[in-house]
């Protein structure tokens, strides 16, 4: 089975101030993939960044990317310039290879509150 | 919006009541799922949906009972609920395909007296 931890229940940023978010994982699995998903107060998950297992780069999308240690085990989020709208749960998520479905794994969270 | 809606966004039933909460997804994916977030615990995977046919049951109580009755559907018929099965309910859809987002409905808060 797989586990992932967010060892920050909450953290907070100064508006344009870059953050980062820390998750790490454990799991005997050599293929798999990585996500950060963002909870804002309307609730819905969306989609931040992925990251697939077997690729060495470090995923980027904006102003989001992460650090990828695949032998720590370790997924960290930066979120550069940060905005207001910033402002929400953010959570990890390892997802392994399944035929009959994507199977997400979530950690337990971690507020994030962007200050102006 | 992400194509996911689920009905009701908020839910109090007591105890003895039967009640169900309904997602459906235009997207075209061929699987579907459920989750539970609780307050106090990490998303918990319970049911998962791939072309209609379950593949996955996490260990949940009967008193949750899934139906697909196609693959933009699902629903989950509760039934003698606990105070502890509380909680915001969120459905997923994606291609059964690695590497294929999940996109997420905005949850039904369930709140069981």
């Known amino acids: 089975a797989q586990t992932v931890t967010q060892s920050q229940p909450e953290m907070s940023v100064q508006e344009a101030e870059t953050v980062t978010l820390s998750c790490t994982y454990d799991?005997?699995?050599?293929?798999?993939?990585l996500f950060w998903y963002k909870q804002p107060p309307s609730r819905q998950m969306i989609l931040v960044i992925r990251?697939?297992?077997?690729?060495?780069q470090n995923a980027t999308e904006n102003r989001f990317s992460v650090n990828f240690q695949k032998a720590a085990k370790s997924f960290s989020l930066k979120i550069s310039d940060s905005q207001l709208g910033d402002t929400a749960m953010y959570f990890c998520a390892f997802m392994k290879l399944f035929n009959a479905g994507n199977m997400l794994t979530f950690g337990g969270g971690t507020r994030l509150m962007v200050k102006p | 919006e992400t194509g996911v809606t689920q009905t009701p966004r908020h839910l109090v039933m007591g105890m003895t009541n039967k009640k169900s909460l309904k997602c459906e997804q235009h997207l075209g994916h061929n699987a579907m799922y459920w989750y539970k977030q609780s307050a106090k615990k990490p998303l918990e995977l319970m049911f998962v949906?791939?072309?209609?046919?379950?593949?996955e049951n996490n260990s949940v109580p009967s008193r949750f009972s899934p139906e697909c009755p196609n693959s933009s559907h699902l629903f989950l018929h509760l039934h003698t609920l606990q105070p502890e099965d509380s909680a915001l309910y969120l459905c997923?859809?994606?291609?059964?395909?690695?590497?294929?987002?999940?996109?997420f409905g905005q949850g039904t808060r369930l709140t069981v007296v």
């Open positions: 997923a859809s994606s291609q059964d395909s690695p590497n294929t987002e999940a996109f």
């Open positions: 990251q697939e297992a077997y690729k060495q």
């Open positions: 949906y791939n072309f209609k046919e379950q593949t």
């Open positions: 799991t005997s699995e050599n293929n798999y993939y």
